[in-house]
């Protein structure tokens, strides 16, 4: 690639924004997914008393 070209800042900016959308696409379904197991732990407890 020439990074002399009138071009070259535009295209790295794209790529940097693609980068920091998909580390946050992928921060986001991390935290959602932890958000879920705890809340499904949580129901697991809940329901095991209620049967006790």
Known sequence: MDFSANHA???IAS???SFVFLAGLIAST???DRRL???L???DT???KARS
Do not use: D, K, P
């Open 41 to 43: 732990e949580l129901l």
């Open 30 to 32: 991390l935290i959602r």
């Open 9 to 11: 800042g535009f295209v």
């Open 46 to 48: 809940q329901r095991q």
């Open 37 to 39: 197991r705890h809340e």
């Open 15 to 17: 790529y940097a924004l």
